[in-house]
């Protein structure tokens, strides 16, 4: 390593610069800002701009600190998501096996595969400081993954960090690669990793936890309600019914968007014409991700698509962003049909978790469905940004990826962790309160319907708005305004036979 500073002024700027990012103490500010600093502390590597001082305790290099200084954006909590560095360690592990069949010496193509098994484990996460707010291609990402593996692979291989010897980031990690390719690439593996992981189990164990409840439920007879107001009856197992399906539905969405998303853009280089790579390297590397992820991974048909527009997110946003729509009208029901519990509707008993209040004694909140409302305004608002990314395809590239893929694993992430929580601390201890929904049910106006093929809708709706005027009972009114007997009364209003068509 390099014990002095160089002789001119450019590397000792750039350090100042990034203090706040790589040394938060004071005395280490006087330390790496004066010409007297330690040999230990840093090393000096080059990119086409210039020198720059590395940390060296990093394997990142000098691309990597440059776009710290340039991107002092949002902080730690907006850097590159996790899944995505990921998923580049296994495009980059596949392409070095694909480059070692076409020649690349097999020594430098071991210790990269090896470094990238490193990256794709999640043992090199802390030499990923990237933000999210960069180059809308990912370039400066695509340039952090090389950066590490090759010093990792360097390291393996016995030489000095940072010399690019004998494992180059540009030459060897990224060989018949560009970040216009890599970037798309490791979108689509993150994404579809998350899902597989994360957001499908979620919605399934919802989807099952449901079913569970509407066949508990299923011999409950209660109210219907439109418009927020009184209807006729159903079972509260048909009504969890309708959850069911749209939990279902959200599972056959997502699974359809996923075949565009299995598409990998690896292979079309800078504008998608493959320039610098080999016939047949794409249909390998796809093979190898697919092999290595145990996902159906192919390669994009074209190439010029996959780099210069993103439409398959957009379709998987907007599959989520119905998946959220889903979710609020589900938790929004079982959080007012468990409202209370005196004063609500309190037809659903939900489990009690926590406090609710700070200054009410006793209350007791329905957190659970708040959360997930939460969640599903969040990937609405998700879905906007990415549909604003997708449109914005210029010619040859888009140029929104980083930002694209960050919602939509957002989203995935929260819509699958959502689901468990609510199903686990919700909807597995819902209980109905069956004396407050026969209360409801037999005071309800609407039980009228049932009268309608035997008086006429007419004189079913005079009987319905004298009870209500009055304060009265459907039966005690319909007698007395003359329409049919106690006896008739019993015999066609019965809720249990208006569950179905006769």
Known sequence: MQSNPPPYPSPSRFNCNLLALHRPHANSKLLICTSKMAGSEFRIERDTFGELKVPADKYYGAQTVRSTMNFKIGGPSERMPIQVIKAFGILKRAAAEVNKEYGLDSKLADAIIKAADEVSAGKLDDHFPLVVWQTGSGTQTNMNVNEVISNRAIEILGGKLGSKDPVHPNDHVNKSQSSNDTFPTAMHIAVATEVHHVLLPGLQTLHDALAAKAEEFKDIIKIGRTHTQDAVPLSLGQEFSGYIQQVKYSIERVKAAMPRVYELAAGGTAVGTGLNTRIGFAEKVAATVASLTGLPFITAPNKFEALAAHDALVELSGALNTVAVSMMKIANDIRFLGSGPRSGLGELILPENE??????????????????????????????????????????????????????????????????????????????????????????????????????????????????????????????????????????VKPSEMLGPK
């Open 355 to 492: 406090p609710g209040s700070s200054i009410m004694p006793g209350k007791v909140n329905p957190t659970q469905c708040e959360a997930l409302t939460m969640v599903a305004a969040q990937v609405m608002g998700n879905h906007v940004a990415v549909t604003v990314g997708g449109s914005n395809g210029h010619f040859e590239l888009n140029v929104f990826k980083p930002m694209m893929v960050k919602n939509v694993l957002n989203s995935a992430r929260l819509l699958g962790d959502a689901s468990v929580s609510f199903t686990n601390n919700c909807v597995v201890g819902i209980q109905a309160n069956t004396e407050r929904i026969n209360k409801l049910m037999n005071e309800s106006l609407m039980l009228v319907t049932a009268l309608n093929p035997h008086i006429g809708y007419d004189k079913a709706a005079a009987i319905a708005k004298t009870a209500h005027k009055k304060g009265s009972t459907l039966k005690a009114v319909a007698v007395e305004l003359g329409y049919l007997t106690e006896e008739q009364f019993d015999q066609w």
